[in-house]
T-cell receptor, first 112, second 111 residues
C-alpha cells in the first residue's frame, strides 16, 4: 500500500527560487495537510484542505501557497524561497479533521 | 509557548530501563494522540485516548489520559533499542478543531 507519497525527498534551493512539493494519497481521504517540522517545535500546520477544490490557512501560512485540484493530490508551493523556509515538510491525510493523520516520508528542503 | 508541552525534550537510557514522558497543557482536550517518528520517516499513530482517566496498553507501552483531560503520559517498560525515536503528542480541543502537536520527546535507547 502506497499510503501518502511525497516528492521530492530532498531539495536544495537558492534564495528567491520557487518550487512545488507534491503529495499524493491513495486512501480516498477528504482531509489533507501540509506541516513543517523544525527542531524542538514539533509539527506546525502550514495549510490544509477539507476536500477537492478547497484550501485553508494553518498556523504558519506566510510564504506558501497550496492547491487541491484533485482529491488525491495536495500541492505546496514556495514562490520565493527564503532561508527561514529550510525545514522538513510533511504531508498528511485523514478521514476527519482530528482523527488519525497518515503521514508521508517527508521532504528535506534547504534554502541557501 | 506551545499549547502542548512535552517533557523531557531528550532522553537517553540503557536497554531494560523504564521511562515516562509527559504531555501537558493548560487547556482541555477532547482527545489526545501519541505518535512515534523514526529517523527519515513520518510520524505513525500509536494510540488515541478520549476519556479522562483512560489507560491504554500497547505491549510494553502504557498511555494515560489525565482525569481533567489536560495532560497525558507515556510509560515504557523495559525499553529496547527499537523504541528509539521521536514521540509526539497531538490533541484536539473539540471535534471542530485541528490537531495541535507538541514539540516531541526524542528517546534514545542504548544496547
Amino acid at each position: 500500500n502506497a499510503g501518502v507519497t511525497q516528492t521530492p525527498k530532498f531539495r536544495v534551493l537558492k534564495t528567491g527560487q520557487s518550487m512545488t512539493l507534491l503529495c499524493a494519497q491513495d486512501m480516498n481521504h477528504e482531509y489533507m495537510y501540509w506541516y513543517r517540522q523544525d527542531p524542538g517545535m514539533g509539527l506546525r500546520l502550514i495549510h490544509y484542505s477539507v476536500g477537492e477544490g478547497t484550501t485553508a490557512k494553518g498556523e504558519v501560512p506566510d510564504g506558501y501557497n497550496v492547491s487541491r485540484l484533485k482529491k488525491q493530490n495536495f500541492l505546496l508551493g514556495l514562490e520565493s524561497a527564503a532561508p527561514s523556509q529550510t525545514s522538513v515538510y510533511f504531508c498528511a491525510s485523514g478521514y476527519d479533521l482530528n482523527t488519525e493523520a497518515f503521514f508521508g516520508q517527508g521532504t528535506r528542503l534547504t534554502v541557501v | 509557548t506551545q499549547l502542548l508541552e512535552q517533557s523531557p525534550q531528550f532522553l537517553s537510557i540503557q536497554e531494560g530501563e523504564n521511562l515516562t514522558v509527559y504531555c501537558n497543557s493548560s487547556s482541555v482536550f477532547s482527545s489526545l494522540q501519541w505518535y512515534r517518528q523514526e529517523p527519515g520517516e513520518g510520524p505513525v499513530l500509536l494510540v488515541t485516548v478520549v476519556t479522562g482517566g483512560e489507560v491504554k496498553k500497547l505491549k510494553r507501552l502504557t498511555f494515560q489520559f489525565g482525569d481533567a483531560r489536560k495532560d497525558s503520559s507515556l510509560h515504557i517498560t523495559a525499553a529496547q533499542p527499537g523504541d528509539t525515536g521521536l514521540y509526539l503528542c497531538a490533541g484536539a480541543r473539540d471535534a471542530g478543531n485541528m490537531l495541535t502537536f507538541g514539540g516531541g520527546t526524542r528517546l534514545m535507547v542504548k544496547p
